[in-house]
């Protein structure tokens, strides 16, 4: 399969910056409930603010998990290229011939 190495690649570039947005929201959360117990925190926009926060780890996840899907499938994908063009169709002579 010719594009298996770049699709594995994407993945990867995908993995990374699903990971650097998990480390920054939950940076994000820390730093929110540090200054929430020196300042205090109005109750509406902190559940919204940290329901959103949690929603991003959330998705992270998820993406990790289609992650691992899209490279199960292209291990499947790649074990195709044997049997993806029969070489004995291509062998075999034309039955018009065979008949004729």
Avoid: W
Wanted: with cysteine; aromatic share 6%.
């Amino acid at each position: 399969m010719q594009t298996a190495n770049e699709i594995r690649a994407a993945v990867e570039n995908i993995r990374y910056y699903a990971g650097r947005i998990a480390l920054l929201t939950k940076q994000q959360f820390d730093a929110d409930c540090e200054q929430g117990n020196r300042l205090g925190m109005s109750s509406l926009p902190g559940s919204i603010r940290f329901d959103c926060l949690g929603a991003i780890g959330a998705a992270c996840t998820h993406i990790g998990i289609y992650c691992d899907n899209i490279l199960v499938n292209l291990k499947t994908a790649e074990k195709q290229d044997k049997l993806l063009y029969k070489q004995e169709e291509e062998e075999q002579p034309e039955l018009a011939d065979e008949e004729g």
